[in-house]
């Protein structure tokens, strides 16, 4: 590297376009590592951010060299810099926007689920009370039957032992109990009657 060291900046910028000597840039680093960490500096106003900024520029400087025409490199160098410097605060801005508005939308669509759990809870409960007013319609062994094998799990042989009905009788009572909920049920809007008997029950 010695025979570049006394080399003029600009003159150090026409080698390297020349002959594409990596070398070349590794002394421009050297000459200007404090210029650009301080530049970085004043503008990031935090000293990691700024020794970032200084690799990364003096990385960028292997292909912008060949790409740009440099008059001065010093104050060509300051605008890398001040641009590069301002595109991470933007970025850095942006990147803040967007984490905010993501933690908004966030807690709209929280509030919003929330929300439409306590409409479902509401809906749920407005039909467990519609299906206990249709059950309490129904004659008394149909109910106690529908009671015993839908809300308590029971079995037709544990309905017959409990209440004394014979089996066939325990599902004559539950088939005539369903058919008739299903027509009461009907007439308030609720068709579906085994998925709500199902949802109760799970």
Known sequence: MNKYTKISDNKLVSLYKENLDK??????????????FLV??????????AKDALMQIFEKL??????HKVETFKSWLYMVTRNHCL????????????????????????????????????????????????????????????KLFYFEGKSYSEIAEMTN???????SYIQNGKRNLKNILTKQGISTLFLILLHLIK
Do not use: W
């Not at 967007?98 to 409409?119: A, G, S, V």
């Not at 009905?165 to 599902?171: A, G, R, T």
């Open 40 to 49: 970085s500096l004043k503008y990031l106003k935090n000293e990691d951010d």
């Open 62 to 67: 292997f292909d912008d060299l060949i790409n």
């Open 87 to 146: 595109m991470y605060l933007r970025k850095k801005q942006s990147d803040l926007k967007k984490d905010i508005e993501l933690k908004k939308d966030t807690e709209i669509f929280m509030e919003n689920d929330i929300n439409l759990h306590l409409k479902e809870n509401k809906v749920n409960e407005l039909k467990a009370d519609t299906v206990q007013n249709a059950v309490n319609q129904l004659k008394s062994n149909q109910k106690e039957c529908i």
């Open 23 to 36: 070398e070349i840039v590794g002394i421009l680093f050297k000459r200007y590592t404090r210029f650009v």
């Open 165 to 171: 009905y014979p089996e066939k009788k325990v599902k």
